[in-house]
Each structure stands twice: as C-alpha cells, then as structure tokens.
C-alpha cells in the first residue's frame, strides 16, 4: 500500500474500535421503554385550591379581598404624622384629594398583591401636563403608579397617566375623560432583599388600565423619584399603599386588595 494512504486507513480502524470498546462500556444505562403512562398519574389533587366567590360585577370585590374603600368612610387610611385622613367623602360614593393636606396611607401593610382602584381626574379642567388631573399610587409608599388627566393632555411618556413613573411608560393611552372614572387592576411583586439590606431582586408591575394591559410585569427599577436616576433604598419589608396629593381634585372609589 501506498504509504499516502497508510494514515487515515489507520484513523478509520481505531475509531471503528474505540466507538466498539465506548458500546461495551458505557456508563449510560440501556433504554428501557417506559412505563405505560396513565391519565391519573399526572393529577394533582390535594391540596384543594382555596375556594372563593368572584363579585357578581367584573371590577368589584371576590370575597377574599381587603376592602380598603368602599364609598363610606377613610377609616382604612390615615394622614400626615398618622392623623385622620383629611380627604372629602362625596355622595358616600368617592373620596377627593383635599389639595394641600398631604396624602393618605393605608393602616395596613402590603408586600407582593393585586390591588384594584377607580380613579377620575377632576370634573374642572385645569392645568396641563404633569398639572392637570396628577395624584398617583405608590406601592410600598415608594413606588409609583402615576395617576394623571391623560385625556388630551400631552406630558412626558413616562409621566403619564399609568406610567411606572420616569420608569416605564405606559404601552397605550387608555384613559376616560375627565366625568368617566377609571380602574386600575395592578399585579404587583415586591422587591426582595439580602440579609445585608441590599437588593436581591427587584420589583415586578402589570397593570391594566380600564381592563387594557399598559404594564406588562416590568422591572421597577427603584424609588420613581422626580429628579434623578432611580435607585433602590435599603432592605424594607411590606408597607402602606399610598395616594398622592399633587394639589389637585383627583377622585378614588372601589378600593381592594388581595395579598398574594
Ligand atoms: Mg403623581
């Protein structure tokens, strides 16, 4: 034989041998067939979800909500410094920012939740941009849901009504004009914290405004300051659900959360 050919002949012949000696002594187990597989075997019963009643009404309370308005009273809210909560209830119906005295605050707490608000901007119009019509929800007492009179009302993007605010801009314009009210259903994961205080994993929102998705479980990416980037304070644990006073009349009614 030609010696030009000796080599791969060679080649061929050992890794015929060596993937014979592989088949021999293989450590993976031979295949078996599996199991015949049955219905039952992937069902899961116990234990039993949790049963509850959804509200008759798309929009208002299952029976295993926290109500936290319902049109009669503010005694789930209090003030500035722990105070009463100063705002107007209307027609036992709605409550109104009382411009100028601070916002309310849940006396609950809340981490991770799926929280449900109606809000309408004020009947007057008045203002523009961020003037016009602006409160806003903050998750934690920290982060912000804008509420804003967003119909007709040009703004910055990520200051508009259900923006994450100067975080996240919302998918569409969905709002109502101002003598319509709004809902809010947000899906909210805290953030979670090391030991040390520093951030493990940030928070996560979905909203749907007016049952129209406009957060898609983006990333909050800290405190929705006004001035600067956003940052994540130190460790906190579950806190108050917020309502901004920006100084003007915003209204709120049907207010409910569920801890999740
Ligand atoms: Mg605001």
């Known amino acids: 034989m030609n010696s030009k ?36 075997m992937t069902e899961i019963w116990n234990p039993e979800v949790p049963v509850i009643t959804p509200a008759k009404k798309l929009g208002d309370a299952p029976s295993d909500a926290i109500i936290l308005f319902d049109g009669s009273n503010l005694d789930q809210w209090v003030g500035k410094n ?10 036992g119906d709605h409550m109104e920012v009382l411009p100028g005295s601070g916002a309310i605050k849940t006396k609950l707490k809340f981490g991770d939740c799926q929280l449900h608000i109606e809000f309408s901007a004020p009947d007057v119009v008045f203002g523009e941009s961020q003037g016009r019509g602006n409160s806003g929800v903050f998750l934690q007492g920290r982060y912000e849901l804008q509420v804003l ?23 569409v314009n969905a709002m109502r004009s101002p003598s319509e009210w709004n809902s ?10 090391k030991a040390n205080g520093n951030l493990d994993y940030p928070a996560r929102i979905t909203v749907l405004h007016n049952g129209v998705l406009i957060q898609n479980n983006v990333t909050i990416n800290g405190l ?20 901004q006073d920006h100084g003007n009349k915003t209204q709120f009614r049907n207010i409910w959360i569920r801890r999740l």
């Open 184 to 193: 809010y259903d947000i899906i909210y994961t805290a953030p979670r914290f």
């Open 5 to 40: 050919f000796k080599w791969p002949l060679l080649l061929a012949s050992a890794f015929i041998v060596n993937s014979n000696a592989q088949n021999k002594h293989s450590s993976t187990p031979p295949e078996v067939s599996p199991m015949p597989m049955k219905p039952q």
């Open 82 to 91: 722990n105070s009463p909560a100063a705002w107007k209830i209307v027609d």
């Open 224 to 243: 929705t300051k006004y001035i600067g980037l956003h940052h994540y304070p130190k460790g906190h644990g579950e806190d108050s659900i917020s309502l």
């Open 149 to 171: 009179d967003s119909y007709n009302n040009r703004t910055y993007r990520n200051g508009q009504a259900g923006a994450i605010y100067k975080d996240h801009a919302p998918l």
